[in-house]
C-alpha cells in the first residue's frame, strides 16, 4: 500500500483517471486486507461495496470513512468504489479538473485508514 501511495506523493502520476484507477486499487488492498486481519475472512467475488458493507461486521468506522464530507468528495468516493469492470474511461467532469493534490491526499487518507482500523483489535 505504501508504495502506491508514494507514487501520489512523489507526484508520478499525471494522468487523474489513472489516479482514480489505483485508488481503485489501494481501496480494495485496503479492504481486503482489513477484512483479513479482522475477521480473517473475504468474499472473493464481492465488489468494493459490498467488501465496505462486509467491514461493517467489526465496526462502522469504514464504512463512515465514505460519507462525503462535500460534493467533490462523495463524486470520487461514488468513482472509487465503482466495479472495475463498468469502469467508463471518462472521469465526472468535477474530477477531470481536481487538483493531483487531492487524490494525493485520498491515497494517503485511505492507507492510514486502513492501517490504523486494521490495527484495533
Known sequence: ???LVQLFIEEHIS????AVSLLNQLLSIGLYS???LRIGH???????????DWTCIC????KEFFVP????DGVLNAELIRQTKSRIYELPPELAQLDMSIFSAKASDIAIF?????NRV
Open 34 to 36: 482489513y477484512l483479513y
Open 69 to 72: 464530507k462535500n460534493n467533490i
Open 1 to 3: 500500500m505504501q508504495d
Open 59 to 62: 465496526d462502522s468506522r469504514l
Open 42 to 52: 473475504a468474499p472473493n467475488n464481492a465488489n468494493l461495496e459490498e467488501l465496505i
Open 114 to 118: 486502513s492501517w490504523i482500523s486494521a
Open 15 to 18: 494522468s487523474r483517471l489513472l
